[in-house]
């Protein structure tokens, strides 16, 4: 009998799904990709700005990739960086260099050079393909890397001559968005894809421990690490989301609406490979931060499915326009990277009448550990249940697991758990123990398998010697009519060691910090309620649009 089986969660599963899946099923992605591209060919794989690429174009464009590659001398197992926003070249890239054995080096184009100059060098990275509007960037920093291939992708690059050259136009001289930049030998994806007609690739093995992906953590714990993901691993995770979707999806006729950037793993993972291997189409958004834009293209699409982070459902269900949009064909929505606050699961139900299914996953698990049932049954305010062939278990202190409904860390064991920090067996020592993974994350598991998330351990607050737990904090605050948006931090302080700190967003100018302190003392019990309350215009976020608490603490 299977470990994973006789699992207080196996028998909550939606009907249909596995306790298991077969993660060597494929020997590697390029086979898996191959399978893909052959039986979708002439439906649509992605859209962007009105121009759509099959299944067959990607098939032969990211073919042409993988060749170029290997003209240039680049060898299976080379690393190469990715910096782009949400734009075609994306997954051609991606798929050509996965087919070329290449190791991809997800790198978020936000970086500051610094940021970028650790990734590189601590990767090793001898190719880049990055959009033109980050170049200069890398200017600064290229003598000081190993990079010798650089190649370089516009806005416009895939789209039509007259459309492509008038959207770079705009980008280049109304918004002024790509600074000037002398790099050495600069190809464009456009030009490469071309060259590489004339080539071949050449044959390679890829077995199923071999490392495909460095994707690199956000570094809160300290220096940004990166997490080697294996081909086994990418095709565990893209299995289990797949069992996890499918009965409500059907193949080869879905919409997905993407506006979480592909180079972060949760994208990568769910769009890039899950929903790409059901055939469906991914409709790219290159800047989710532009709210307006969204909801117009959402308009144009028939979406089936749409996946985000709470900050961006907040800010989609306080736009007036997102209420015009029809939702008829909605049928999953997948909440994850951030804890998903109730008041905006049930705004976003109250408007979309869709279910708001909160998952849970990190880097180190490619990433995704648990999920809500996404059949309508989710139960809000949980993570979810443990995807096919996953453990999790809460321990203590000295990694024993403690009881039903009891607090603990988070551990993970399934097949989607990384190969470990790449050169630093010290970091992965800490982090994978008895072949567990330890998440840093606190929560406890309920009678039916289902696990709530607490909080980051590393961003309890310890008032008086009680833990606060901010999650709790920016959820009670975010009910209130008048926030739009919340953060809560540990301040030190002499007679408590500790005391808590928010920052907000208003909604409602007429909020003041004394109508917030009485609703939070009506709440909240005393040693919770925040000794300081700072308004600000906007709060720090990631890429991907989490709330970064360190800045904060910063």
Not at 126 to 150: G, P, Q, R, Y
Not at 172 to 181: D, G, I, T, W
Not at 449 to 457: E, M, S, V
Request: charged residues 25%.
């Amino acid at each position: 009998m299977s470990i994973y089986e006789n699992r207080p969660w196996n028998n909550n599963y939606p009907a249909g799904i596995p306790a298991n899946i077969d993660p060597d099923k494929y020997e590697s992605i390029v086979a898996f990709y191959d399978e893909v591209f052959d039986r979708y060919q002439d439906k649509v794989a992605y859209t962007y700005m009105g121009k759509t690429l099959t299944f067959k174009q990607i098939d032969v464009l990211s073919s042409n990739f993988a060749a170029y590659l290997h003209s240039r001398g680049l060898q299976p197992g080379d690393r190469i960086a990715l910096m782009m926003p949400n734009i075609l070249q994306y997954p051609i890239v991606m798929y050509g260099a996965l087919r070329a054995g290449l190791i991809i080096v997800n790198t978020n184009p936000l970086y500051t050079p610094r940021e970028m100059l650790h990734q590189f060098k601590d990767s090793g990275a001898k190719a880049v393909v990055i959009a033109n509007m980050f170049a200069s960037k890398l200017e600064e920093i290229l003598d000081k890397t190993e990079i010798k291939v650089i190649l370089t992708a516009s806005m416009g690059g895939m789209l039509s001559t007259v459309k492509g050259s008038l959207v770079n136009f705009v980008v280049k001289r109304v918004k002024k968005l790509v600074p000037s930049y002398t790099l050495p030998n600069v190809v464009t994806v456009k030009e490469a894809l071309k060259v590489g007609k004339k080539f071949e690739i050449t044959p390679f093995e890829s077995k199923p421990n071999d490392t495909v992906l460095l994707q690199y953590t956000g570094g809160t714990t300290g220096v940004s690490k990166g997490a080697e993901l294996t081909n086994r691993n990418l095709i565990a995770n893209m299995l289990q989301i797949e069992a996890w979707m499918q009965g409500m999806l059907k193949r080869g006729s879905e919409t997905a609406l993407c506006p979480l950037p592909l180079y972060h793993i949760f994208a990568f993972s769910v769009n890039a490979m899950a929903l790409f291997s059901l055939g469906i189409n991914n409709v790219l958004i290159p800047n989710a931060r532009d709210i307006k834009g969204l909801i117009k293209e959402w308009k144009k699409h028939k979406v089936s499915i749409f996946d985000g982070v709470n900050t961006l459902f907040n800010a989609l269900t306080h736009h007036p326009d997102f209420s015009t949009i029809d939702f008829s064909t909605l049928k999953i929505t997948v909440g994850g990277g951030m804890a998903v606050q109730r008041v905006v699961a049930d705004q976003w139900f109250k408007i979309t009448n869709n279910v708001l299914s909160e998952g849970y996953g990190m880097t180190e698990a490619s990433p995704v550990v648990t999920v809500n049932p996404v059949d309508g049954t989710a139960r809000i305010g949980t993570i979810g249940l443990p995807v096919p062939s996953t453990l999790v278990r809460v321990a203590d202190e000295n990694d024993q697991e403690v009881p039903i409904g009891k607090p603990g860390e988070l551990q993970v064991r399934g097949p989607q758990v990384m190969k470990g920090y790449y050169n630093r067996p010290d970091e992965t020592a800490k982090t994978i123990r008895n072949g567990w993974l330890c998440t840093g994350d606190i929560g406890y598991m309920d009678e039916d398998g289902f696990f709530t998330l607490i909080d980051r351990k590393k961003d309890m607050i310890l008032v008086s010697g009680f833990n606060v737990f901010p999650n709790e904090i920016e959820d009670v605050i975010a009910q209130n009519p008048k926030v739009l948006e919340v953060a809560a931090i540990g301040v030190p302080d002499e007679k408590s060691g500790e005391v808590v700190k928010v920052f907000v967003v208003k909604k409602d100018d007429s909020l003041d910090k004394k109508e917030l302190e009485a609703y939070c003392r009506e709440q909240l019990t005393g040693y919770k309620v925040p000794k300081h309350i700072e308004f600000r215009k906007d709060l720090p976020k990631s890429n991907v649009g989490k709330i970064l608490r360190r800045k904060l603490r910063e």
